[in-house]
């Protein structure tokens, strides 16, 4: 499948620069968002595979504008939506409340 999140090999995108001593988290959520992997895969019964492809399906300028570990959430988004345990509209108004401030 050639897709915006198959890039390797492709030429005219510029040089490379990987971060000096890059952190494996740069954030503390990204901790929580690897650490979701586990247990949200086998609650809610997904595949790797599955999980890939919905990272896969991200729409190209979303995929480009958001961070590897924010494809991995859009993912579990995705495969709890899907298989009916959270809403879309469960999800949106928990986004707002966070960023309201509220916990």
């Known amino acids: 499948m050639n897709g915006i999140h198959d890039l390797g090999g492709m030429h005219g995108f510029g040089p490379i620069n990987?971060?000096?001593?890059?952190?494996?988290?740069?954030?503390?959520?990204e901790k929580r968002v690897f650490g979701l992997f586990a247990t949200t895969s086998a609650f809610a019964g997904f595949s790797v595979d599955e999980f890939r492809h919905a990272i896969e399906n991200l729409p190209p300028a979303e995929y480009l504008e958001t961070s590897y570990y924010e494809h991995w959430l859009h993912s579990f988004e995705e495969m709890l939506a899907i298989r009916g345990i959270v809403t879309k509209a469960e999800l949106d108004a928990r986004v707002d409340q966070i960023r309201q401030g509220g916990q």
């Open 18 to 29: 990987p971060e000096p001593d890059e952190p494996v988290f740069h954030a503390e959520w």
